[in-house]
Protein backbone atom coordinates (compact mmCIF):
# COMPACT_ATOMS: atom_id res chain seq x y z
CA UNK A 1 0.00 0.00 0.00
CA UNK A 2 0.95 3.07 -0.72
CA UNK A 3 0.38 6.74 0.35
CA UNK A 4 0.08 9.49 -1.82
CA UNK A 5 1.82 12.49 -1.07
CA UNK A 6 -0.59 14.81 -0.56
CA UNK A 7 -2.62 12.14 2.06
CA UNK A 8 1.21 12.45 3.80
CA UNK A 9 0.69 16.05 3.89
CA UNK A 10 -2.69 16.26 5.29
CA UNK A 11 -2.07 13.36 7.57
CA UNK A 12 0.87 15.93 8.71
CA UNK A 13 -1.37 18.94 8.90
CA UNK A 14 -3.97 17.59 11.03
CA UNK A 15 -1.18 15.76 13.29
CA UNK A 16 0.11 19.04 14.29
CA UNK A 17 -3.54 20.52 14.69
CA UNK A 18 -3.89 17.97 17.04
CA UNK A 19 -1.08 18.40 18.94
CA UNK A 20 -1.66 22.09 18.71
CA UNK A 21 -4.88 21.65 20.14
CA UNK A 22 -3.51 19.44 23.15
CA UNK A 23 -1.25 21.69 23.95
CA UNK A 24 -3.32 24.61 24.18
CA UNK A 25 -5.81 22.63 26.54
CA UNK A 26 -3.06 21.72 28.99
CA UNK A 27 -1.39 25.62 28.52
CA UNK A 28 -4.86 26.64 29.33
CA UNK A 29 -5.63 24.38 32.63
CA UNK A 30 -2.26 25.21 34.14
CA UNK A 31 -2.66 29.29 33.35
CA UNK A 32 -5.87 29.43 34.36
CA UNK A 33 -5.72 26.97 37.19
CA UNK A 34 -8.72 25.19 36.00
CA UNK A 35 -9.59 21.75 37.47
CA UNK A 36 -11.83 19.50 36.23
CA UNK A 37 -14.64 19.03 38.84
CA UNK A 38 -14.96 15.58 40.62
CA UNK A 39 -18.03 13.20 39.56
CA UNK A 40 -18.86 11.29 43.19
CA UNK A 41 -21.40 8.16 43.63
CA UNK A 42 -24.93 9.01 44.32
CA UNK A 43 -25.67 9.51 47.46
CA UNK A 44 -29.01 10.78 49.11
CA UNK A 45 -27.16 12.57 51.92
CA UNK A 46 -26.04 15.21 49.65
CA UNK A 47 -29.38 16.17 48.40
CA UNK A 48 -30.27 18.29 51.43
CA UNK A 49 -28.95 21.53 51.58
CA UNK A 50 -26.17 22.14 54.06
CA UNK A 51 -23.49 24.11 55.27
CA UNK A 52 -20.51 21.97 57.93
CA UNK A 53 -17.58 23.56 59.40
CA UNK A 54 -14.99 21.33 59.60
CA UNK A 55 -12.44 23.51 61.37
CA UNK A 56 -11.98 27.61 61.76
CA UNK A 57 -11.68 27.49 57.60
CA UNK A 58 -12.36 24.14 56.34
CA UNK A 59 -16.18 24.03 55.09
CA UNK A 60 -18.51 21.94 53.18
CA UNK A 61 -21.61 23.17 51.24
CA UNK A 62 -23.78 20.82 49.95
CA UNK A 63 -25.59 22.67 47.25
CA UNK A 64 -28.61 22.01 46.12
CA UNK A 65 -30.06 23.73 42.78
CA UNK A 66 -33.32 23.94 41.61
CA UNK A 67 -36.26 25.76 39.43
CA UNK A 68 -34.89 28.33 40.34
CA UNK A 69 -32.62 28.54 43.29
CA UNK A 70 -29.49 27.18 44.88
CA UNK A 71 -29.87 26.28 48.72
CA UNK A 72 -28.25 27.18 50.65
CA UNK A 73 -28.43 30.61 49.29
CA UNK A 74 -26.13 32.75 51.35
CA UNK A 75 -23.03 31.36 52.56
CA UNK A 76 -20.59 33.25 55.09
CA UNK A 77 -17.61 32.07 55.71
CA UNK A 78 -14.16 33.84 57.18
CA UNK A 79 -11.88 35.08 54.56
CA UNK A 80 -8.93 32.04 53.75
CA UNK A 81 -11.65 29.46 53.91
CA UNK A 82 -11.48 26.28 51.42
CA UNK A 83 -14.68 25.18 50.68
CA UNK A 84 -15.62 22.00 49.27
CA UNK A 85 -19.02 22.45 47.01
CA UNK A 86 -20.98 19.22 46.84
CA UNK A 87 -23.73 20.15 43.71
CA UNK A 88 -26.60 18.53 42.90
CA UNK A 89 -30.14 19.11 41.43
CA UNK A 90 -33.47 18.53 42.64
CA UNK A 91 -34.94 18.53 39.23
CA UNK A 92 -33.65 19.44 35.67
CA UNK A 93 -29.88 20.23 34.76
CA UNK A 94 -28.65 23.61 36.05
CA UNK A 95 -25.00 25.62 36.03
CA UNK A 96 -22.89 26.77 38.64
CA UNK A 97 -20.63 29.54 37.62
CA UNK A 98 -18.65 31.57 40.14
CA UNK A 99 -17.25 33.91 37.66
CA UNK A 100 -14.67 35.49 40.00
CA UNK A 101 -13.14 32.07 40.64
CA UNK A 102 -13.22 30.46 37.32
CA UNK A 103 -15.92 27.68 38.58
CA UNK A 104 -18.16 25.86 36.27
CA UNK A 105 -19.88 23.23 36.88
CA UNK A 106 -22.98 21.55 35.79
CA UNK A 107 -26.04 20.56 39.03
CA UNK A 108 -27.40 17.24 37.46
CA UNK A 109 -30.02 15.30 38.87
CA UNK A 110 -28.95 11.81 40.30
CA UNK A 111 -25.46 12.94 40.12
CA UNK A 112 -23.17 14.73 42.69
CA UNK A 113 -20.13 16.64 40.90
CA UNK A 114 -17.55 18.10 43.64
CA UNK A 115 -14.73 20.79 43.21
CA UNK A 116 -12.68 22.06 45.68
CA UNK A 117 -12.44 26.64 46.02
CA UNK A 118 -10.31 28.38 48.19
CA UNK A 119 -11.55 32.16 49.31
CA UNK A 120 -8.74 34.60 50.43
CA UNK A 121 -10.04 37.78 49.65
CA UNK A 122 -13.19 39.30 51.65
CA UNK A 123 -16.10 40.14 49.55
CA UNK A 124 -19.37 38.70 47.90
CA UNK A 125 -18.84 36.21 45.18
CA UNK A 126 -21.54 34.97 43.13
CA UNK A 127 -23.41 32.14 42.47
CA UNK A 128 -24.86 32.28 38.78
CA UNK A 129 -27.05 29.32 37.03
CA UNK A 130 -25.43 29.56 33.48
CA UNK A 131 -27.27 26.86 32.00
CA UNK A 132 -31.01 27.72 30.54
CA UNK A 133 -33.53 26.29 33.22
CA UNK A 134 -36.74 27.63 32.53
CA UNK A 135 -38.35 31.00 33.22
CA UNK A 136 -37.27 31.69 36.39
CA UNK A 137 -33.46 30.48 34.86
CA UNK A 138 -32.14 34.75 35.21
CA UNK A 139 -33.12 34.65 38.88
CA UNK A 140 -31.23 31.66 39.64
CA UNK A 141 -28.34 32.69 42.03
CA UNK A 142 -26.31 32.60 45.53
CA UNK A 143 -24.28 34.24 47.46
CA UNK A 144 -20.35 33.23 49.13
CA UNK A 145 -19.96 36.30 51.57
CA UNK A 146 -16.26 36.19 52.72
CA UNK A 147 -15.39 38.14 56.17
CA UNK A 148 -19.34 38.62 57.05
CA UNK A 149 -18.56 40.80 59.84
CA UNK A 150 -17.69 43.33 57.38
CA UNK A 151 -19.89 42.23 54.04
CA UNK A 152 -22.62 42.45 56.60
CU1 LIG B 1 -31.02 27.00 36.86
CU2 LIG B 1 -30.71 28.30 34.91
Not at 34 to 54: F, H, M
Not at 87 to 115: C, E, P, Q, R, W
Amino acid sequence: MTIDKSEKKILGITLALIGLFVFSLLYAKNKYKSDVPECLPYDKAYTEPKINQLDSNTFQVFSVASMWQFQPAEIYIPAGSEVDFYLTSKDVVHGFNISDKNINMMAVYGAINKTTVKFDKPGVYDIVCHEYCGVGHQNMRAQVIVNYPEAK
